[in-house]
């Protein structure tokens, strides 16, 4: 099973937001979506928005939200 992660992160690693599934369309969706969200101030000084697969939910951040 392949599962999508969303994660914004920022500078120094930590993630703020985080959200798992496993439909590829809505992941890339959301993906767009956290990439809009971020502010050039925060793209600047090295907030990135990242799109990933894992085989499992254990995987997952425990702080992801979780989709089916």
Same mark, same amino acid.
């Given at each position: !099973?392949? @599962?999508?992660?969303? *994660?914004? @992160?920022?500078? =120094?690693? !930590? $993630? +703020? &937001?985080? $959200? &798992?599934?496993?439909? *590829? =369309?809505?992941?890339?969706?959301? +993906?767009?979506?956290?990439?809009? %969200?971020?502010? *050039? @101030?925060?793209?600047?000084?090295?907030?990135? &928005?990242?799109?990933?697969?894992? %085989? =499992?939910?254990? *995987?997952?951040?425990? %702080? &992801?939200?979780?989709?089916?």
């Amino acid at each position: !099973m392949t @599962i999508w992660v969303n *994660e914004q @992160i920022d500078p =120094s690693g !930590m $993630i +703020h &937001a985080c $959200i &798992a599934c496993c439909d *590829e =369309s809505q992941a890339k969706d959301c +993906h767009e979506s956290f990439q809009q %969200n971020l502010t *050039e @101030i925060q793209k600047s000084t090295g907030w990135v &928005a990242q799109l990933r697969t894992v %085989n =499992s939910w254990d *995987e997952v951040p425990v %702080n &992801a939200l979780k989709l089916d």
